[in-house]
């Protein structure tokens, strides 16, 4: 008999339950027990929401108030020195994740650094570790949600994060390798694992996804040694879960694992089954991930049989599992609570739940034959049918100029230094030229007005004339400021990805189909179904209102096609480049109308290109190709004296700088400032040709930076960039901090750039 497995869940909770109750537990609304109470009943829903799926091996541990990866560092004792050791575990757990700030006791601790796990929207808390680091079992959470599912009659599978993965995705503060610190962190993990099958536990998911990354040989030697060590741990089952990629080079070494279980991806890698059965040793079970845990489809059920079945009369069924390709973590809870959603489309949807009942259907069918899933079987057929044919997915023109887009379609008329001369006579901006990122402070009112016309109690005027006053208020506070380059404040945009999807074809919108992206912050990403294309103008009335309001240069504000590609749930049956190609000319039309309207700069926001690199090195210049071309295509309809901006936040991009230098913007804004400019070293070696704000101060903290410390990071970038190639912006968009915060800062940048300014035109050595 095949089991159905799952890998994880959600822990949101289907209307947000635990966002509300973490929420609610900071702000001191509700004490620690209310919130514990919530958590175990969005834990039990989940199991029985499992269970009635009727999936054999449902995983318990995998809920988390906050991340994975923190209750991991808490697991094995590895809270960093920093954090008070004195309070209560809900207190010190969320100080590591959030920082702690108690003005009177004299507390002012930073949170732990976060960035994204592997190639998902979803952020983890970065494990710090230093030299000789210790570490210490404690089993309780593991082992206390295993008997909690156990008492209420769910025996489950505990997940953990294996010991490899949780080391390589650690930084030592001090130097070194985190994978010297495995010795000390070894016996830690055969006593949980020993602790989890005393508890009862038959088996025990392990997940390994650092084993699909190109890993240096001293991982994989850590690898064999690591699981012949905990395959001895315990009497359990070991189920070693692997995700988001091919395993490539590492399949020989996954499949001699002395595991009882080998989990596969089977949705971003079909190809790599025929080698892992062609090489699986005698007994291994292949966990297969057929169904996608990432993305919103339903699945296509002939096509996973075909591989489980052929799995299956290779190995045998006891030999196989059915699984998601991943946790469904990454995908939202329930598509049944999407009530907005037209039946069609609908019928081609499916969330957590759904997905669930996909893998017991798959697994019935495998076990008993075709037949007893008859209906199933035929129900999806039709379904996937449907979705293949639909008109409404398929748009003859959109193709068409999708197919015949040229080269000289991604490039601008003149090269840069031409434009450059051209632009600096029809802009006349002055040296090292001011700006912002676009949005100005989203205030209670902006949110209050946007939530009454939605609700239909301000009417589309009186909306629009709230917009216009919170717009014109803005541009008089710039030109009072003294700012060079103006933006219109983006009040009207709710977000930088759903403003447009609102406005393209193609584009559908849950109501609850909410995903986490770091602790309780959840995202609700757009479906892109079909083909994309404008259905008009997007921004050119509120650009053009706004530049009739002034003298001065009025940006126009768009966000880019590979961003709007990145944070969206995108088809699976093209692709991502041609839907990113499709998104690419509809933006590129609207650039052109914004011209055509008098907007003579156009800022095309990039900020999640990099997001978008596959996991192994050898993949990046594919995607980055098509990444790169899709934004040339968006921008490069112009004339050569309209000037094309980007933006970008992060600041670790000194390894695509050649890329990002292809987009061939006339000026770049980068995020920089909390790195204290490091991206700079860039340009030693590189020389970057086009214009560039490094971004001079960090608008992510309520902190107002000090025209000193403003000036003394464009020396440093004076250093390394030339004086006419700098531009002065804050380093992303100003929407979470508020007016008071915002006016100082820009005050001081304006007045730092003016002083330099002053010296460069004197010719003192502004760089000293
Ligand atoms: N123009 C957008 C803003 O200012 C850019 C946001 C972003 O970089 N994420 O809000
Ligand atoms: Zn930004």
Redesign the pocket.
Known sequence: MAYSSNLGIGRMGANRELKKAVEGYWKKEISEAELHDTAKQIQLNNWKMQKDAGIDLIPSGDFSMYDQVLDTICMVGAVPQRYNKNQSFSELYFAMARGQQDKAKGINVPAMEMTKWFDTNYHYIVPEFERGQKFSAHAEKPVITYNLAKENGFETKPVIIGPITFLLLGKMKDGGSTLDLLPNLLPVYEEIISQLAKAGAKWIQIDEPALVLDLPEVARDAYKKTYEKLAKAANVKILLATYFEDLKDNLDLALSLPVTALHLDLVRAPGQLESALAKAPKDLILSLGVIDGRNIWKNDFAKSLSLLEKAASKLGKDRVIVAPSCSLLHTPVDLDLETKLDSELKNWLAFAKQKLSEVSVLAKALNQGEAAVKKELAANAEAIKSRKNSARIHNPGVKKRTESITEDMAARKSPFARRKQIQNQALGLPLLPTTT???FPQTTEVRAARAEFKRGKLSQTEYNNFLKKETEKTVRYQEKAGIDVLVHG?FERND?VEYFGEQLEGFAFTSNGWVQSYGSRCVKPPVIFGDVSRKGPMTVEWSKFAQSLTKKIMKG?LTGPVTILQWSFVRDDQPREITCKQIALAIRDEVSDLEKAGIKII?I?E?AIREGLPLHKKDWQAYLKWAVDSFRISAASVKDETQIHT?M?YSEFNDIIGNIADMDADVISIETSRSQMELLDAFVSFKYPNEIGPGVYDIHTQRIPAKDEIENLLRKALKVLSADQIWVNPD????TRGWKEVEPALEAMVEAAKELRGELAGGKKATA
């Open positions: 990122i676009g949005s983006e930088m504000m800022q926001d900020p933006h936040c992303c968009g100003l929407k």
